[in-house]
């Protein structure tokens, strides 16, 4: 009796101690201990809210590459393309390079909103998710903007391409037909 009144005593000790702290009532990993608000309470985060923290953490750091991805096919320009131009392989590694990009940040922004979707909403959270909802939805907007802009730069790149090889091939012709009218009059002048 007196150990169970003692564990009791020292509970309830335990308590008011964890209370007057601040610090969670709830082990659970539902729940996130937030600092006392201004009432003096500490209060609880339910795993919503952190679920949809969590996205838009992560959303700030994929608008970045999004942004740079941006930044970096503004930036290119066919003569730079030209340089790197691998004829090989008939195709641009930059351009490959930028492409994989696109798909790859889609993918994650979808993945995303996987996430969010996945999430079950509390009133405090539902904002935050809509929020965030809007936010990859942009970004995705963004992206698909960025893949037109490559496809834009591609076409432009391979129609190039295009004249440069129709140039080559002329400038051949012209060089063979040179050449051949040079052997013409070297055997006439033969003949004669």
């Not at 007196?2 to 564990?7: L, T, W």
């Not at 009532?25 to 500490?42: C, D, H, I």
């Not at 209060?43 to 970045?64: F, G, M, P, Y």
């Not at 503004?74 to 994989?100: A, G, P, R, V, W």
Request: some cysteine.
């Amino acid at each position: 009796n007196e150990n169970n009144n003692e564990n009791n005593n020292e509970n309830n000790n335990e308590n008011k101690l964890t209370k007057n702290v601040g610090e969670t009532l709830r082990t659970s990993q539902e729940f996130k201990f937030v600092p006392r608000s201004a009432t003096g309470r500490a209060s609880l985060k339910d795993s919503s809210i952190i679920k949809v923290e969590k996205v838009a953490s992560n959303l700030s750091i994929l608008e970045k590459q999004v942004e740079e991805l941006e930044k970096e096919i503004n930036d290119l320009n066919i003569d730079s393309l030209i340089k790197e131009y691998d004829n090989d392989n008939n195709n641009s590694t930059t351009l490959n390079q930028i492409q994989k990009k696109s798909i790859s940040l889609n993918g994650i922004l979808m993945r995303e909103l996987n996430a969010l979707d996945a999430v079950t909403t509390t009133d405090q959270s539902r904002p935050l998710r809509k929020q965030q909802v809007d936010h990859v939805q942009k970004l995705l907007d963004r992206c698909e903007s960025i893949h037109n802009l490559l496809k834009t730069k591609i076409n432009t790149f391979k129609e190039y391409q295009q004249k440069l090889k129709k140039q080559l091939e002329k400038q051949k012709d012209l060089e063979l037909e040179k050449q051949q009218q040079q052997q013409g009059k070297v055997k006439q002048i033969n003949l004669d």
